[in-house]
């Protein structure tokens, strides 16, 4: 009736109805839920302490586990892969076993003991840390203060607060400083160490020579010395500080926290990070074989730059510059390529960081700070929390909540460094396996292990002969002897395999100079790298004196950087010149002999510096060798086409005087005007045989000019027999 009456008001009064009831539905819900939490409450009070003690015996189980866990990862090994000729083949850094094994390695030669100065400055760095804590402790705190009187309106406690805040600026100043100088220091001190280890293994025993030329395993290793280990060394003293100090500053600031917050809201807030620190591990890139990726594409890019400068000039000639930009565009692009994918990967999980280390975990704190006050507005919680005293309690209440909200964003920013640190750990992991590898590799290398791979020839061979012992594995005997060099049954062998003579043995007393011969790639010079100690003895036995009693000249003579009067006493020193007696005149006689004196006058003196590689001419050069072999005066002299850009007469006074002397010459040459130097010639076919007898200079040469007229005529019979077969067939 009332609702075809009134229409309106019928559905007015049902509307009224439902939100009446939809009202006391919420109200009810609501009440349910207040008395529920406040039941929660009340009882969490009154079991406050059990509630504690099961979270501490919670965190110590985690704590367990997280260092089984990080033991387990310390002794896990990576399988080692192998390519098909038996070389390793390293995947990327990680963070196992092998990651701790190269930090132990490389932090003993970085700091090298306990009372080292390297420990002493770390030591000082922690003071520092540990110092800068307990000033931002302090801050934290007065922080509250200030902002607790000037809610209460107390004018003289709020001045006096920021006295004490900006006199508190001089230390933490100071601190800031000081951390940052030690740390920089720190990092110089670890570059030195560790460079001066490497350079003790690489320049000695010719290590620097075979790591080119004998392994491959290390393609530039100018890079990793000059670079890799600077990267390391910055990365390494930057990582301790960036661990050090954060994880100080979380340890003090939750033990502040669980003071005033309770041991319970701060269990909820490390739950929360560690959720979400495994899933930010979970979608981390692997940045450590980025990282060790990137170093490598970098020296491949190093190289292609530094092999055009030092082949520059053939370059030039061959006008191959469009050849080589391809080259180095390739290699630039490969590392362009590479690094835009690390930016790409950098953009999604550096977003998730900030976001989670920021903003979530910001959120987290403020919520803990906040549980305590709103839980005293609970009915009937007021008997189970603790209350201020009413008259100081909403000062107060502030002042905490400042201090406490300090604490949480200084802890939360504390535990989000530690976050990036985890990315710079692994950073760190690169650097390390790639300078571990080449500690690895001069050890290897200063130990006589070789690792190359196998091309042409010496592949098919090595596949091939798979059950026979390989050449490259063996090791002959080499015997020091007082004047002599004698070869016995040492086959001469390319660092790649290929085997140029399967045994040579010859032998040489002082003053019987050899002569060796033969068409090119035959082992000539192989030979004088077996006997120089930059190739090992392969096989047999090699007899020779000791490497200061052999001295080689290349046919292009190495000029180091230094004086003029370097180039002559290289690899002496001065003050190595001065023990041995000899003065500026012996060295300007020893120039007369090979008629360059006025080279001390026309360059500027004994002390003028240049770039002599480009100051003197080819000539030059080889006179300036042969005056070092004179000042040197060795037992054995290994000449190398020496004297292919002076002229007969000057060679002539060259091999004249170096026989005068007592040096026994051992010539690679094909200049018959050589000949009449030496007793003996060693001859190579080409085809892995050999002759070694002696030397008649004039019956040899007359032989060759016989064989000369006869291979001319056999050549003009060869013409007249074409002719006439080309006349007998347009005859008949």
Not at 244 to 254: E, G, Q
Not at 468 to 479: H, L, M, N, T, W
Not at 641 to 667: P, Q, R, W
Not at 707 to 727: T, V
Request: with cysteine; charged share 25%; net charge positive.
């Amino acid at each position: 009736m009332i609702a075809k009456a009134n229409p309106d008001m019928f559905v007015g009064a049902v509307v009224d109805r439902v939100q009446d009831a939809l009202y006391k539905h919420v109200h009810n819900f609501k009440q349910r839920q207040l008395v529920i939490l406040t039941k929660a409450v009340v009882v969490y009070a009154r079991h406050q302490k059990t509630v504690q003690r099961s979270i501490v015996v919670l965190v110590c189980i985690g704590l367990i586990d997280r260092l089984r866990r990080m033991i387990k990862l310390a002794t896990s090994e990576r399988q080692p892969v192998k390519d098909p000729q038996g070389h390793h083949i390293r995947k990327g850094a990680q963070l196992n076993k092998q990651f701790f094994e190269n930090m132990q390695r490389l932090v003993a030669i970085a700091i090298p003991g306990l009372l080292s100065k390297e420990f002493g400055m770390l030591v000082a760095h922690t003071t520092l840390l540990v110092f800068r804590t307990i000033l931002s402790v302090v801050v934290a705190a007065l922080d509250g203060q200030i902002v607790s009187s000037l809610v209460r309106l107390r004018g003289r406690e709020f001045l006096t607060g920021i006295a004490k805040w900006m006199a508190m600026a001089v230390p933490a100043t100071l601190t800031n400083s000081l951390l940052g100088y030690v740390q920089t220091m720190l990092a110089i001190r670890f570059r030195q160490n560790l460079t001066e280890h490497v350079h003790a293994k690489y320049l000695s025993n010719n290590t620097y020579y075979a790591v080119g030329n004998l392994d491959d395993r290390i393609k530039n290793a100018d890079q990793l010395i000059a670079v890799d280990v600077a990267k390391f060394a910055n990365s390494l003293a930057e990582i301790y500080s960036n661990l050090a100090k954060p994880t100080l500053d979380a340890f003090v600031y939750n033990v502040q926290l669980a003071r005033s917050l309770g041991v319970e809201s701060l269990f909820g807030i490390m739950v929360i990070i560690q959720m979400s620190m495994g899933m930010l591990r979970m979608v981390a890139p692997p940045f450590g074989q980025l990282v060790a990726q990137e170093q490598r594409l970098e020296g491949d890019f190093y190289f292609a730059h530094s092999r055009l400068i030092e082949n520059a000039e053939e370059i030039a000639l061959y006008r191959g510059h469009e050849a080589e930009k391809r080259t180095i565009s390739r290699r630039y692009l490969r590392l362009v390529r590479h690094v835009n994918r690390i930016f790409r990967l950098n953009v999604f999980y550096g977003m998730l960081e900030d976001f989670i280390v920021k903003y979530f975990w910001g959120a987290a704190g403020l919520l803990a700070c906040a549980a305590p006050v709103f839980a005293e507005r609970l009915p009937g919680a007021q008997r189970a929390v603790a209350m201020l005293n009413s008259d100081n309690k909403f000062g107060d209440r502030t002042r905490d909540f400042i201090t406490n909200r300090r604490l949480l964003l200084s802890g939360s920013d504390a535990l989000g460094r530690m976050m990036y640190s985890y990315r710079e750990i692994v950073e760190l992991a690169g650097y390390a396996e790639r300078v571990s590898d080449l500690l690895t590799v001069l050890d290897d290398v200063n130990a006589g292990n070789y690792e190359k791979a196998r091309v042409g020839q010496a592949a098919e061979k090595l596949y091939e002969s798979a059950n026979e012992p390989d050449i490259i594995s063996q090791r002959g005997k080499i015997v020091e002897s007082t004047d002599d060099v004698e070869f016995i049954n040492v086959p001469i062998v390319s660092p790649n395999g290929d085997v140029l003579v399967r045994q040579l043995s010859f032998h040489v007393k002082p003053g019987r100079h050899l002569l060796i011969v033969g068409p090119n790639g035959c082992g000539k010079s192989s030979m004088f790298r077996i006997l120089g100690g930059l190739w090992p003895v392969y096989g047999g036995t090699l007899r020779k004196p000791s490497m200061s009693q052999i001295f080689y000249i290349p046919q292009r003579p190495y000029l180091p950087i230094g004086t003029l009067r370097d180039q002559i006493i290289y690899p002496d020193s001065v003050e190595d010149m001065q023990q041995k007696n000899v003065s500026d005149a012996d060295l300007l006689e020893i120039l007369s002999v090979v008629q360059l004196e006025s080279i001390v006058e026309r360059e500027g003196g004994w002390d003028e510096v240049k770039p002599w590689r480009d100051a003197l001419s080819g000539g030059d050069k080889q006179r300036i060798a042969m005056a070092r072999l004179f000042y040197h005066r060795p037992r054995y002299a290994i000449m190398d086409e020496c004297t292919s850009a002076v002229s007969m007469d000057v060679e002539k006074i060259m091999y004249t005087h170096a026989t005068e002397l007592g040096i026994t010459l051992l010539t690679v040459s094909h200049r018959q005007s050589l000949w009449k130097y030496h007793n003996y010639i060693l001859q190579y076919d080409g085809h892995g045989g050999y002759v070694f007898s002696k030397l008649d200079p004039e019956r040899r040469i007359a032989l060759m000019e016989e064989k000369q007229q006869i291979e001319q005529e056999l050549a003009l019979i060869r013409d007249m027999e074409a002719r006439l077969s080309e006349l007998e067939s347009q005859t008949f």
